[in-house]
């Protein structure tokens, strides 16, 4: 119930706060807290989205984008479309991180 909360205050549906909660489990605090430190950031990939690349990268390790769309999210297998639509900009945007780093 805190994590939905949380989620709510940042503007989340409790479907996508759950979907982080099962996907996450108790580090989905993480992710929602990356989720309010990159809402200012330009993209245009959803916040939630980059939250998620960020902890994939520096928690689980992710190293491309392959790995955070089968491994770490699953979408590859559970949500082709939604993995499609953002494949291309998730790959850039997973570049820009390690460049900067």
Not at 2 to 28: C, Q
Not at 32 to 45: A, G, R, W
Not at 68 to 88: A, H, L, P
Request: aromatic residues 10%; proline residues 1%; contains cysteine.
């Amino acid at each position: 119930k805190m994590l939905i909360e949380e989620g709510n205050k940042l503007g989340l549906i409790n479907n996508e706060t759950e979907t982080l909660i099962y996907r996450y489990g108790s580090n989905a605090l993480e992710i929602l807290k990356l989720t309010e430190q990159l809402k200012t950031e330009e993209s245009d990939l959803p916040v939630l989205l980059r939250a998620q690349i960020h902890y994939c990268i520096e928690q689980e390790m992710s190293m491309t984008s392959e790995d955070f769309f089968i491994r770490r999210t699953g979408m590859s297998y559970f949500d082709v479309k939604e993995m499609k639509k953002w494949e291309e900009e998730v790959t850039m945007y997973m570049k820009k991180i390690f460049l900067r780093e």
